[in-house]
């Protein structure tokens, strides 16, 4: 069966300090990778997807950036947070490169508090 | 625009009556549904989805939902509440395509009362 990772599960940085969240996928290949953020008291924005080794795309312009250095794995990073950097950060993976009928499943989430 | 609308911020039920979660879509063309659950400080964890098969759709924990495209809603129902369904709850809506082209919902908070 398929799992998926992410972590850390909890973090608090400074402002100015640079972040690496990292989500791993087992069971599954090639899979379509996301970064979702929720804001406290607004739904989930999609930051970022890939649907391969390298491939990115951006969906909200920002200071974060995402990386995929291998088929199964997806960082989220930044070089300097911003207050505005605080939330909960979910990744999530799905199969097929139409999403039509098919299910996006989630991690359990990464809780990101910028001080 | 494709946009979804979950009807309610906040809904509250006592323990052993039905539950209804109420969910609006926008409708360009058949899309597919999903219905998410998140407990505080958790991911989001599949309930059901609707793919254009049947339109009634049984989910986990009891859960079901009716996709009536003629009102183009697909209302999350359950016939009685657990405490253990207090969380928050997320209509999906996916129109196929590019990988964008998924609409979350802005949740609804399910409060259950002993």
């Known amino acids: 069966s398929q799992t998926i990772h992410q972590w850390p599960a909890t973090l608090v940085q400074p402002v100015g300090s640079p972040l690496s969240l990292e989500c791993t996928v087992e069971?599954?290949?090639?899979?379509?990778l996301y970064w979702y953020r929720q804001a406290a008291g607004r739904g989930l924005q999609l930051l970022f997807y890939?649907?391969?080794?390298?491939?990115i795309s951006s969906e909200v312009p920002q200071n974060l950036s995402a990386s995929r250095p291998q088929d199964r794995q997806f960082i989220l990073s930044s070089k300097k947070l911003l207050l505005s950097d605080s939330g909960f950060y979910l990744c999530?993976?799905?199969?097929?490169?139409?999403?039509?009928?098919?299910?996006?499943?989630f991690g359990e989430g990464s809780w990101l508090t910028v001080v | 625009a494709q946009s979804v609308t979950q009807l309610d911020s906040h809904v509250s039920v006592s323990e052993g009556t039905p539950v209804l979660l109420r969910c609006n879509y926008s409708?360009?063309?058949?899309?597919?549904l999903f219905w998410y659950v998140q407990h505080p400080n958790k991911g989001l964890q599949l309930l059901l989805k609707?793919?254009?098969?049947?339109?009634l759709v049984k989910g986990i924990n009891g859960f079901e939902a009716e996709f009536k495209k003629s009102e183009t809603s697909f209302h999350l129902t359950k016939p009685s509440a657990h405490m253990s369904d207090a969380a928050e709850y997320f209509c999906?809506?996916?129109?196929?395509?590019?990988?964008?082209?998924?609409?979350f919902g802005k949740g609804t908070k399910l409060s259950v009362k002993p």
């Open positions: 999530a993976w799905s199969t097929g490169r139409n999403l039509m009928g098919n299910t996006i499943y």
């Open positions: 069971g599954t290949s090639n899979p379509n």
């Open positions: 890939s649907v391969g080794i390298g491939q």
């Open positions: 409708s360009s063309y058949s899309p597919s």
């Open positions: 609707y793919t254009s098969a049947a339109t």
């Open positions: 999906v809506v996916s129109y196929g395509g590019s990988q964008g082209n998924l609409i």
